[in-house]
C-alpha cells in the first residue's frame, strides 16, 4: 500500500515520522503521480478529491474509487473485499455501478 499526498516532501515525512503510518508515503506535490491515476484536483473543494486506485504487480488498475467528496471514502471492509474479490479472480462490484472494462473494477 502506498498513499500519495499533495503536501511537500518534509511536511510529508514529518507527518509519516508523527503518525508512525505502517505504509509508504509518497509525496506528490505537483499532482503528477495522482494525476496519473486519474485523482481529480478541485480548487473550489480545497485540493485533491478522493481516490483508492487497486494496482496490481504488473502495473494494471484492477480496482478504482474516486469520491466526490472527503466523506466519500470506501469502508475498509469494502476494500478488503474488493482485493478478496481480485485475489480469487471473482467478478465483484462493491458499488452496484455498471461493470467496468475488462479487468477494471470499481470498488
Not at 500519495?4 to 503528477?32: K, N, Q, S, V
Not at 486519474?38 to 478504482?64: N, S, T, W, Y
Request: glycine content about 12%.
Amino acid at each position: 500500500m502506498i498513499a500519495i499526498g499533495p503536501d511537500m516532501p518534509e511536511r510529508f515525512r514529518r507527518y509519516w515520522a508523527e503518525h508512525r503510518l505502517p505504509f509508504i508515503g509518497l509525496a506528490d506535490p505537483e499532482h503528477r503521480v495522482a494525476g496519473q491515476y486519474g485523482q481529480e484536483v478541485k480548487l473550489l473543494k480545497l485540493g485533491r478529491l478522493p481516490a483508492v486506485v487497486v494496482v496490481d504487480r504488473e502495473g494494471i488498475v484492477r480496482a478504482a474509487h474516486y469520491g466526490g467528496s472527503m466523506r466519500d471514502i470506501p469502508a475498509n471492509e469494502t476494500l478488503l473485499a474488493t482485493l478478496a474479490a481480485l485475489g480469487t479472480g471473482a467478478e465483484q462490484s462493491t458499488t452496484g455501478a455498471p461493470s467496468e472494462p475488462e479487468g477494471v473494477e470499481r470498488c
